[in-house]
Protein backbone atom coordinates (compact mmCIF):
# COMPACT_ATOMS: atom_id res chain seq x y z
CA UNK A 1 0.00 0.00 0.00
CA UNK A 2 1.35 3.78 -0.51
CA UNK A 3 1.75 5.62 2.79
CA UNK A 4 -0.54 8.35 3.19
CA UNK A 5 1.97 10.64 2.63
CA UNK A 6 3.04 9.90 -0.37
CA UNK A 7 -0.77 11.68 -1.67
CA UNK A 8 0.32 14.83 0.28
CA UNK A 9 3.62 15.02 -1.91
CA UNK A 10 1.96 13.92 -4.70
CA UNK A 11 -0.19 16.84 -4.12
CA UNK A 12 1.83 19.40 -3.02
CA UNK A 13 4.06 18.56 -6.56
CA UNK A 14 1.14 19.25 -8.67
CA UNK A 15 0.98 22.55 -7.26
CA UNK A 16 4.32 23.51 -8.64
CA UNK A 17 3.40 21.50 -12.27
CA UNK A 18 5.69 18.77 -10.45
CA UNK A 19 3.80 15.15 -11.92
CA UNK A 20 5.64 12.28 -9.31
CA UNK A 21 3.91 9.01 -11.19
CA UNK A 22 4.11 7.18 -7.72
CA UNK A 23 5.27 6.74 -4.38
CA UNK A 24 8.49 5.04 -5.27
CA UNK A 25 10.00 8.53 -7.33
CA UNK A 26 9.32 11.00 -4.27
CA UNK A 27 10.49 7.80 -1.88
CA UNK A 28 14.01 7.81 -4.35
CA UNK A 29 14.68 11.55 -4.16
CA UNK A 30 15.69 11.57 -0.07
CA UNK A 31 18.81 9.50 -1.10
CA UNK A 32 20.07 11.67 -3.66
CA UNK A 33 23.38 12.96 -3.42
CA UNK A 34 23.98 14.59 -7.17
CA UNK A 35 21.43 16.14 -9.59
CA UNK A 36 22.99 15.15 -12.92
CA UNK A 37 21.78 17.77 -16.05
CA UNK A 38 21.67 17.49 -19.60
CA UNK A 39 22.42 21.22 -21.14
CA UNK A 40 20.27 21.69 -24.36
CA UNK A 41 16.27 22.61 -23.49
CA UNK A 42 16.86 21.09 -19.77
CA UNK A 43 19.02 23.89 -18.66
CA UNK A 44 19.23 26.45 -21.36
CA UNK A 45 15.57 27.26 -23.20
CA UNK A 46 16.54 25.13 -26.75
CA UNK A 47 15.03 28.22 -28.84
CA UNK A 48 18.65 28.32 -31.06
CA UNK A 49 18.98 31.54 -33.26
CA UNK A 50 21.18 30.99 -36.31
CA UNK A 51 23.56 34.51 -35.59
CA UNK A 52 25.93 34.04 -38.24
CA UNK A 53 26.63 32.11 -41.15
CA UNK A 54 30.88 32.26 -41.90
CA UNK A 55 32.02 30.76 -45.19
CA UNK A 56 35.80 29.74 -45.52
CA UNK A 57 35.59 28.90 -48.68
CA UNK A 58 34.18 28.08 -51.80
CA UNK A 59 30.48 29.13 -51.05
CA UNK A 60 29.16 32.69 -50.54
CA UNK A 61 26.74 33.03 -47.00
CA UNK A 62 23.22 32.42 -48.61
CA UNK A 63 24.90 29.42 -49.93
CA UNK A 64 26.32 27.53 -47.06
CA UNK A 65 23.15 28.46 -44.94
CA UNK A 66 20.92 26.94 -48.10
CA UNK A 67 23.05 23.62 -48.16
CA UNK A 68 22.59 23.80 -44.28
CA UNK A 69 19.15 23.84 -44.34
CA UNK A 70 18.81 21.05 -46.87
CA UNK A 71 20.59 19.01 -44.72
CA UNK A 72 18.33 19.87 -42.09
CA UNK A 73 15.03 19.42 -43.38
CA UNK A 74 13.78 16.52 -41.86
CA UNK A 75 15.47 16.96 -38.46
CA UNK A 76 13.51 17.01 -35.66
CA UNK A 77 16.34 18.53 -33.25
CA UNK A 78 16.02 21.97 -32.27
CA UNK A 79 19.56 23.07 -34.06
CA UNK A 80 18.16 21.54 -37.25
CA UNK A 81 14.65 23.68 -36.56
CA UNK A 82 16.51 26.53 -36.42
CA UNK A 83 18.34 26.39 -39.92
CA UNK A 84 15.44 25.73 -41.67
CA UNK A 85 13.67 28.97 -39.61
CA UNK A 86 17.08 30.60 -40.84
CA UNK A 87 16.81 29.74 -44.51
CA UNK A 88 13.04 30.92 -44.56
CA UNK A 89 13.36 33.76 -43.26
CA UNK A 90 16.01 34.88 -45.54
CA UNK A 91 13.76 33.46 -48.61
CA UNK A 92 16.69 30.74 -49.46
CA UNK A 93 15.85 27.96 -51.94
CA UNK A 94 16.25 24.78 -49.90
CA UNK A 95 16.48 21.63 -51.63
CA UNK A 96 14.87 18.08 -50.46
CA UNK A 97 17.96 15.79 -50.56
CA UNK A 98 18.26 12.37 -52.22
CA UNK A 99 18.71 11.03 -48.77
CA UNK A 100 19.47 12.21 -45.26
CA UNK A 101 21.20 10.47 -42.56
CA UNK A 102 21.06 11.81 -38.57
CA UNK A 103 24.16 10.87 -36.73
CA UNK A 104 22.77 10.69 -32.85
CA UNK A 105 24.33 14.02 -31.10
CA UNK A 106 26.53 14.42 -34.67
CA UNK A 107 24.55 15.95 -37.10
CA UNK A 108 23.32 14.79 -40.65
CA UNK A 109 24.94 13.09 -43.76
CA UNK A 110 22.83 14.34 -46.85
CA UNK A 111 23.01 14.10 -50.72
CA UNK A 112 22.28 16.78 -52.61
CA UNK A 113 22.42 18.00 -56.07
CA UNK A 114 26.18 19.91 -54.96
CA UNK A 115 27.61 16.82 -53.48
CA UNK A 116 27.66 15.18 -50.10
CA UNK A 117 27.59 17.43 -47.34
CA UNK A 118 28.09 16.38 -43.70
CA UNK A 119 26.40 19.78 -41.65
CA UNK A 120 27.22 18.79 -37.70
CA UNK A 121 29.36 19.30 -35.16
CA UNK A 122 33.47 19.00 -35.33
CA UNK A 123 33.19 15.85 -34.14
CA UNK A 124 31.03 14.62 -37.36
CA UNK A 125 33.53 16.63 -39.69
CA UNK A 126 36.76 15.04 -37.72
CA UNK A 127 35.04 11.47 -38.00
CA UNK A 128 35.45 11.95 -41.82
CA UNK A 129 38.57 13.48 -41.94
CA UNK A 130 37.71 16.69 -43.19
CA UNK A 131 40.74 19.15 -42.62
CA UNK A 132 39.25 21.99 -40.79
CA UNK A 133 41.81 24.70 -41.61
CA UNK A 134 40.35 28.04 -41.47
CA UNK A 135 38.18 27.26 -38.29
CA UNK A 136 38.98 28.76 -35.22
CA UNK A 137 35.93 27.85 -32.88
CA UNK A 138 35.95 31.22 -30.72
CA UNK A 139 32.23 32.21 -30.77
CA UNK A 140 30.21 32.21 -28.26
CA UNK A 141 27.42 29.56 -29.06
CA UNK A 142 27.03 26.01 -30.67
CA UNK A 143 28.91 26.05 -33.74
CA UNK A 144 27.46 24.15 -37.12
CA UNK A 145 30.23 23.31 -39.31
CA UNK A 146 29.79 21.94 -43.21
CA UNK A 147 31.34 20.17 -45.57
CA UNK A 148 31.02 19.67 -49.14
CA UNK A 149 32.51 16.32 -50.65
CA UNK A 150 35.10 16.20 -47.92
CA UNK A 151 36.00 19.86 -48.06
CA UNK A 152 35.15 21.97 -45.31
CA UNK A 153 33.10 24.96 -46.43
CA UNK A 154 32.18 27.21 -43.44
CA UNK A 155 30.21 27.08 -40.27
CA UNK A 156 27.09 28.58 -38.71
CA UNK A 157 27.29 30.11 -35.10
CA UNK A 158 24.27 29.14 -33.71
CA UNK A 159 22.70 30.70 -30.36
CA UNK A 160 20.64 29.70 -27.25
CA UNK A 161 19.63 31.49 -24.02
CA UNK A 162 20.27 29.87 -20.45
CA UNK A 163 16.80 29.72 -18.63
CA UNK A 164 16.39 32.79 -16.36
CA UNK A 165 15.50 31.06 -13.44
CA UNK A 166 18.67 28.51 -13.58
CA UNK A 167 21.15 30.56 -11.71
CA UNK A 168 18.85 30.45 -8.46
CA UNK A 169 17.64 27.31 -9.01
CA UNK A 170 20.99 25.45 -9.30
CA UNK A 171 22.36 27.53 -6.42
CA UNK A 172 19.36 26.15 -3.96
CA UNK A 173 20.36 22.77 -5.04
CA UNK A 174 23.71 23.15 -3.83
CA UNK A 175 21.92 24.56 -0.48
CA UNK A 176 20.51 21.55 -0.25
CA UNK A 177 23.75 19.77 0.14
CA UNK A 178 23.40 17.85 -3.11
CA UNK A 179 26.19 17.83 -6.09
CA UNK A 180 25.32 19.33 -9.58
CA UNK A 181 26.69 18.41 -12.70
CA UNK A 182 25.56 18.41 -15.96
CA UNK A 183 26.17 15.84 -19.43
CA UNK A 184 26.49 17.32 -23.16
CA UNK A 185 26.72 16.17 -26.45
CA UNK A 186 28.36 19.66 -26.89
CA UNK A 187 31.25 20.68 -27.67
CA UNK A 188 33.33 21.56 -24.18
CA UNK A 189 33.35 25.41 -25.11
CA UNK A 190 29.81 25.86 -25.00
CA UNK A 191 29.50 23.45 -21.95
CA UNK A 192 31.80 25.31 -19.80
CA UNK A 193 30.22 28.89 -20.63
CA UNK A 194 26.99 27.73 -19.62
CA UNK A 195 28.28 25.51 -16.64
CA UNK A 196 30.09 28.67 -15.55
CA UNK A 197 27.05 31.67 -15.64
CA UNK A 198 24.94 28.47 -13.69
CA UNK A 199 27.68 27.55 -10.92
CA UNK A 200 27.36 23.54 -12.04
CA UNK A 201 30.08 21.89 -10.43
CA UNK A 202 31.36 19.17 -12.84
CA UNK A 203 31.06 19.25 -16.79
CA UNK A 204 31.06 16.01 -19.24
CA UNK A 205 31.03 17.30 -22.94
CA UNK A 206 31.10 15.94 -26.45
CA UNK A 207 29.13 13.26 -24.97
CA UNK A 208 27.42 10.43 -27.37
CA UNK A 209 23.89 9.01 -26.19
CA UNK A 210 25.83 6.29 -24.57
CA UNK A 211 28.29 7.95 -22.79
CA UNK A 212 25.58 9.63 -21.37
CA UNK A 213 24.67 6.76 -19.24
CA UNK A 214 28.29 5.42 -18.39
CA UNK A 215 28.54 9.16 -17.20
CA UNK A 216 26.05 8.85 -15.15
CA UNK A 217 27.07 5.22 -13.81
CA UNK A 218 30.43 6.42 -12.73
CA UNK A 219 29.13 10.18 -11.17
CA UNK A 220 26.55 7.03 -9.44
CA UNK A 221 28.94 4.85 -8.08
CA UNK A 222 31.72 7.50 -6.77
CA UNK A 223 28.95 9.88 -4.90
CA UNK A 224 25.94 8.10 -4.39
CA UNK A 225 22.47 8.35 -5.49
CA UNK A 226 21.62 10.31 -8.47
CA UNK A 227 18.70 12.21 -9.75
CA UNK A 228 18.92 12.89 -13.60
CA UNK A 229 16.85 15.59 -15.55
CA UNK A 230 16.89 15.63 -19.47
CA UNK A 231 14.56 16.54 -22.45
CA UNK A 232 15.65 14.73 -25.16
CA UNK A 233 15.16 11.33 -27.17
CA UNK A 234 19.02 10.54 -26.32
CA UNK A 235 18.35 10.98 -22.24
CA UNK A 236 15.92 8.21 -22.69
CA UNK A 237 18.45 5.81 -21.42
CA UNK A 238 19.56 7.91 -18.86
CA UNK A 239 16.65 8.75 -17.66
CA UNK A 240 15.71 5.04 -17.10
CA UNK A 241 18.98 4.32 -15.61
CA UNK A 242 19.10 7.14 -12.88
CA UNK A 243 17.91 6.51 -8.99
CA UNK A 244 15.44 9.49 -9.97
CA UNK A 245 14.92 10.36 -13.94
CA UNK A 246 13.06 13.69 -14.36
CA UNK A 247 12.12 14.88 -17.75
CA UNK A 248 10.87 18.61 -18.70
CA UNK A 249 7.54 18.84 -19.86
CA UNK A 250 8.54 20.50 -23.18
CA UNK A 251 10.94 16.85 -24.05
CA UNK A 252 10.54 14.15 -26.20
CA UNK A 253 7.74 11.93 -25.39
CA UNK A 254 10.47 9.07 -24.85
CA UNK A 255 11.77 11.29 -22.22
CA UNK A 256 8.71 11.75 -20.55
CA UNK A 257 7.92 8.21 -20.66
CA UNK A 258 11.20 7.30 -19.15
CA UNK A 259 10.86 9.49 -16.08
CA UNK A 260 9.76 9.00 -12.60
CA UNK A 261 9.24 12.88 -12.73
CA UNK A 262 7.86 14.73 -15.18
CA UNK A 263 8.51 18.88 -14.77
CA UNK A 264 5.44 20.23 -16.79
CA UNK A 265 6.52 23.93 -16.86
CA UNK A 266 10.15 22.54 -18.07
CA UNK A 267 11.91 24.97 -15.40
CA UNK A 268 15.17 24.27 -13.34
CA UNK A 269 13.29 26.19 -10.63
CA UNK A 270 11.12 22.29 -10.34
CA UNK A 271 14.37 20.35 -9.78
CA UNK A 272 15.19 21.45 -5.97
CA UNK A 273 11.04 22.11 -5.49
CA UNK A 274 10.80 18.26 -6.63
CA UNK A 275 13.50 17.26 -3.64
CA UNK A 276 12.14 19.51 -1.14
CA UNK A 277 8.55 18.06 -1.77
CA UNK A 278 10.37 14.38 -1.29
CA UNK A 279 12.24 14.93 1.71
CA UNK A 280 9.34 16.10 3.44
CA UNK A 281 7.34 13.57 2.20
CA UNK A 282 9.79 10.76 3.34
CA UNK A 283 10.16 11.86 6.93
CA UNK A 284 6.27 11.88 7.26
CA UNK A 285 5.80 8.69 5.80
CA UNK A 286 8.96 6.57 7.88
P1 LIG B 1 22.49 17.90 -25.55
O1 LIG B 1 23.11 16.67 -24.99
O2 LIG B 1 23.13 19.14 -24.99
O3 LIG B 1 20.98 17.95 -25.35
P2 LIG B 1 22.52 16.76 -28.28
O4 LIG B 1 23.07 15.44 -27.84
O5 LIG B 1 21.11 16.81 -28.71
O6 LIG B 1 22.79 17.91 -27.14
O7 LIG B 1 23.42 17.29 -29.49
C1 LIG B 1 24.81 17.32 -29.33
C2 LIG B 1 25.48 18.09 -30.43
O8 LIG B 1 25.40 17.39 -31.67
C3 LIG B 1 24.85 19.44 -30.71
O9 LIG B 1 25.32 20.43 -29.84
C4 LIG B 1 25.30 19.68 -32.15
O10 LIG B 1 26.62 20.16 -32.16
C5 LIG B 1 25.29 18.28 -32.77
N1 LIG B 1 24.03 17.98 -33.48
C6 LIG B 1 23.08 17.09 -33.08
N2 LIG B 1 22.08 17.03 -33.97
C7 LIG B 1 22.37 17.94 -34.95
C8 LIG B 1 21.73 18.35 -36.17
N3 LIG B 1 20.56 17.86 -36.57
N4 LIG B 1 22.36 19.30 -36.92
C9 LIG B 1 23.53 19.83 -36.54
N5 LIG B 1 24.18 19.48 -35.41
C10 LIG B 1 23.63 18.54 -34.63
MG1 LIG C 1 18.74 18.00 -24.49
Redesign the pocket.
Known amino acids: SVPLAFFSGIGAGSKRGILFKGGVSIEGIKNIAAVVM????TITEGNFVVQQAIPTSGVDEAKLLALAASC?LT?T?P??NSIVTAAEERGLSVERPASAR?IA????EAILSDGTVL???RSLLESQNVDLDGYKNDHYG?E?LLALDGKFIGYLVISDTIKADAVDAIAKIKRLGIRTAML????QESAEVVAKATGIDEVHAK?LPEDKLSELQAIRKAQGGVMFVGD?I?DAPVLAGADVGAAMGSGADAAIEAADVVFMNSSVEAIPQAIEIGRKTSRIAW
Not at 38 to 41: E, L, R
Not at 184 to 187: I, L, N
Open positions: DKTGESHIGEGKGICGNTVTGDALGN
